[in-house]
């Protein structure tokens, strides 16, 4: 199985409403919330993790094209969902390296400005508050947790490589993507929560001459969103 190239995608996620990625805390603050969001452990600012986006994306896909297995992950190992995202440890497929990578995602400097100016921003969260209410006795039970707020950007990459006698891995994930900015990123989607867009996007190949430097990368382009980006043409 040889390898032909990698195709480098980056870009920005924008969250059009508040995104909620949920992390772990040892201890409730008072006045904190008990739905804390998956933050940098140095700088404790929020971040998107490579397999959330990832992961959704490969669900998307799965339902699209009808690869749910008992209600669980596609376990074949050789159709092209198995093929790009990877198969499991203990499958014995011939399919080869998974052929993506997606990078942990990180807020841009002017999104950590953006939260630094705000009062109600607080190490790049705002807390919402919400009630929960009782069907029988209409009982509010008041609840609040937190989510980046909307408008904040951050810097993604993702890298697809293909190997000889590989098929549209490149298109897949850009169909994947798609699917993504209408459905939702996270936690409590369907009460408006984790809907974004991918923005400025610029794609690169670079053929395997490139790594022993023997060839340049070629630019295919820069795309303002995915509605730009032809995939018929790719």
């Not at 669900?59 to 092209?80: F, Q, T, W």
């Not at 610029?202 to 509605?227: C, H, M, Q, V």
Request: with cysteine; hydrophobic share 30%; aromatic share 8%.
């Amino acid at each position: 199985m040889r390898f032909q190239k990698n195709y480098i995608i980056t870009g920005e996620i924008l969250c059009r409403t508040g995104l909620h990625i949920g992390g772990s805390k040892d201890s409730i603050e008072i006045g904190g919330s008990d739905n804390p969001i998956m933050r940098d452990p140095v700088t404790r600012l929020p971040y998107i993790p490579g397999s959330s986006l990832k992961g959704k994306m490969r669900s998307l896909l799965e339902l699209k094209l009808d690869r749910v297995s008992n209600g669980g992950p596609c376990k074949c190992g050789e159709c092209e969902i198995c093929r790009v995202f990877g198969s499991a440890a203990d499958n014995t497929s011939s399919a080869g390296p998974t052929r993506i990578i997606v990078r942990d995602a990180f807020p841009t400097d002017e999104t950590v400005n953006m939260w630094d100016e705000s009062s109600d921003v607080v190490e790049g969260a705002e807390l919402k508050y919400e009630n929960a209410l009782d069907r029988i006795t209409s009982r509010a039970n008041p609840r609040n947790q937190e989510r980046v707020p909307r408008g904040s950007r951050f810097g993604f990459e993702i890298i697809v490589s293909e190997y000889e006698g590989d098929t549209d891995n490149f298109r897949l994930v850009l169909e994947g993507l798609r699917l993504l900015e209408d459905s939702y990123l996270g936690g409590s989607g369907t009460r408006g929560y984790g809907k974004v867009e991918f923005r400025d996007i610029k794609i690169t190949e670079r053929p395997a001459e490139y790594y022993r430097g023997e060839a340049d990368e070629n630019a295919i382009g820069d795309f303002e969103s995915l509605a730009n980006i032809n995939l018929a043409a790719e």
